[in-house]
């Protein structure tokens, strides 16, 4: 009886090897049934929440219209979400649960830098394409040929901007605030410095805070010392509603500029007057739209009741059209076949602007869009071209 017992165990274990053999990794698992499963990785909560969930929206938005018009190559999208709340160590634990038991083929996020230069190097590992839709600092790409952006660089922007600023407005001295724990911050803030210092335009302060930060007392007071023309803030919205809430407290009138973590209605409910005039450069603009924007920033009232789209919701759209384009021209929805596709990609008629990848897998997107807050919203100031080639 023993010895029966035994070799009907051993023959349950070999069917059990074989069994999980089948199921192990790449396109076989990932592509069994009718769906593709795209990952979200972001914040549905915190104060990077803001970022997190309209980029949701416009990938879910996509995934519903490619869906509708018959799917990726017989399939359907599923879009896998969860919250990591803004914090590094929840975008690590998120993005290897989509890898290993959500079985996503791509990943789109995380809106910012800092976790989408955690997250990077676990998809990279797990050959899954991993697309962010908002992240702009440096040191991203650079983890290995999975990872892309779809984001408008710091290194773009800020240059054009600071052109901008000197020949049109006049500004010749500039405040810098980085808040020094926020990897964002402290890449914006250099790529200021190193693009200001060939315009002709002077740091006069360079003050040092912290996200989370509630007293800048001090930075104000050494930056009215200093009579800038201009300060630039390259953190987020929150510390900048209260920095500037203390620079009117002071009686110093200069405005505030900065990237897209500036971008937030939470800017204006925080800041209130203080913030009136307070500039964001980044990549979309519902303003003097092109025809596939303006087609999209209709479909996108019709759906939310109204609402205009923002950045975060155009970038996670285009994040969807531009990995399923890939896919596409690769017949495939392996990432190792599309994501080659998606270096290739050239001139992308994208609702957030015209989208290029650069050999190294950065993107090239024009135009800029240079936002300003005037009555108690966000409204256009200038649209800037960028040069493709």
């Known amino acids: 009886m023993k010895r029966v017992t035994a070799l009907f ?45 309209p980029t949701l929206e416009g990938m879910k938005m996509a995934a519903e219209e490619i869906n509708a018009a018959g799917g ?15 914090d590094k160590q929840e975008g690590a634990s998120v993005t290897q649960k989509l890898i290993s038991r959500d079985n996503v083929v ?10 989408t ?28 040929d999975f990872i892309f952006r779809d984001t408008l660089l710091d290194s773009v922007a800020i240059p054009a901007c600071i052109d901008y600023f000197a020949k049109d407005l006049g500004y010749k001295k500039v405040a810098v605030i980085t808040s020094d724990n926020n990897d964002y911050s402290v890449g914006l803030s250099q790529t200021f410095r190193d693009a200001a ?14 996200d989370g930060d509630k007293d800048f007392s001090a930075q104000i007071t050494n930056i009215k010392a200093k009579k800038p023309s201009v ?12 920095i500037m809430k203390e620079a009117r407290k002071q009686g110093l009138k200069v405005v505030m500029f900065g990237g897209d973590g500036l971008f ?4 204006i409910e ?15 603009s519902p303003e003097q739209a092109s025809p596939v924007t303006a087609k999209f920033v209709e479909a996108f009232k019709k759906k939310f009741n109204g609402a205009e789209p923002g950045l975060f919701d155009a970038q996670g759209y285009d994040a969807i059209l531009l990995l399923v384009d890939a896919m596409k021209r690769a017949n495939s929805i392996d990432p190792k076949a599309f994501k080659d596709t998606l270096a290739q990609t050239k001139k992308f008629e994208g609702v957030s602007g015209t989208i290029s990848m650069l050999p190294n897998r950065e993107p090239i997107k024009s135009p800029l869009a240079l936002l300003e807050v005037k009555g108690g919203k966000f409204v256009l100031k200038n649209k800037v071209p960028v040069k493709m080639d």
């Open 270 to 284: 925080l800041g209130g007057d203080a913030v009136e005039g307070t500039m964001s450069a980044l990549g979309f």
């Open 231 to 242: 300060i630039f803030y390259s953190g987020y919205y929150t510390e900048a509603a209260l």
């Open 264 to 267: 937030s209605p939470k800017l």
């Open 197 to 210: 210092k060939s315009k002709g335009i002077e740091i006069v302060s360079d003050e040092k805070v912290k």
């Open 117 to 144: 230069k955690v997250a990077a190097p676990i998809a990279q590992k797990a050959g899954v394409v991993l697309l962010s839709a908002g992240a702009t600092g440096p040191g991203v790409v650079e983890t290995g």
């Open 72 to 86: 990726v190559l017989g399939k359907k999208i599923e879009i896998v979400e969860a919250d990591n709340r803004g």
């Open 106 to 115: 791509a990943i789109v996020g995380d809106p910012t830098t800092g976790i």
């Open 9 to 53: 165990l051993a023959g349950m274990l070999a069917f059990g090897a074989a069994g999980c053999k089948k199921k192990e990794g790449g396109e076989a698992s990932k592509a069994a049934g009718d769906t593709v499963k795209i990952g979200f990785l972001g914040a549905l909560t915190g104060d990077v929440g803001m970022f997190g969930k």
